[in-house]
């Protein structure tokens, strides 16, 4: 096994920039030796529960996150460090939801202040 992790892994959860799915994602990472996966699809932890079984088949370390992409044009992306920052992850998510038609979202710099 590698010391590395890959911090920013988009599945086909993030709609016409992910292609692969959450278990391929992880059993590529297994096979590539990495120690560690982010997934962070954008504003979306849609694929968590598909990856953390693969993960689990294969002993490797999922890390939850989230890219998104800010109104200002700015793009980040957080990683849940425990079920805390989870919680606030999925709040974050709700938040930027409720502010935009549905299949979209809005979030502002404010708003990440405000988590």
């Known amino acids: 096994m590698i010391d ?6 988009l599945s086909n959860f993030t709609f016409l920039r992910g292609a692969s799915h959450p278990e391929e994602l992880v059993q590529q990472a297994h096979a590539l ?3 560690a996966l982010a997934l962070t699809d954008e504003c979306s932890v849609a694929g968590i529960v598909r ?3 693969a993960a689990r088949a294969c002993n490797l370390s999922l890390i939850i996150g ?3 992409l800010l ?4 793009r980040v992306v957080f990683l ?3 079920r ?3 919680r606030n992850l999925t709040r974050l998510i709700t938040r930027a939801r409720r502010a935009a038609p549905k299949g979209s979202y809005r ?3 404010t708003d990440i202040l405000a988590a």
């Open 107 to 109: 979030l502002l710099s």
């Open 51 to 53: 990856a953390h079984v």
């Open 84 to 86: 805390t920052g989870y």
């Open 66 to 68: 989230s890219e998104f």
């Open 33 to 35: 030796g990495y120690r």
């Open 80 to 82: 849940a460090k425990n």
């Open 71 to 74: 109104a200002d044009g700015l």
């Open 4 to 9: 590395y992790a890959e911090l920013h892994c």
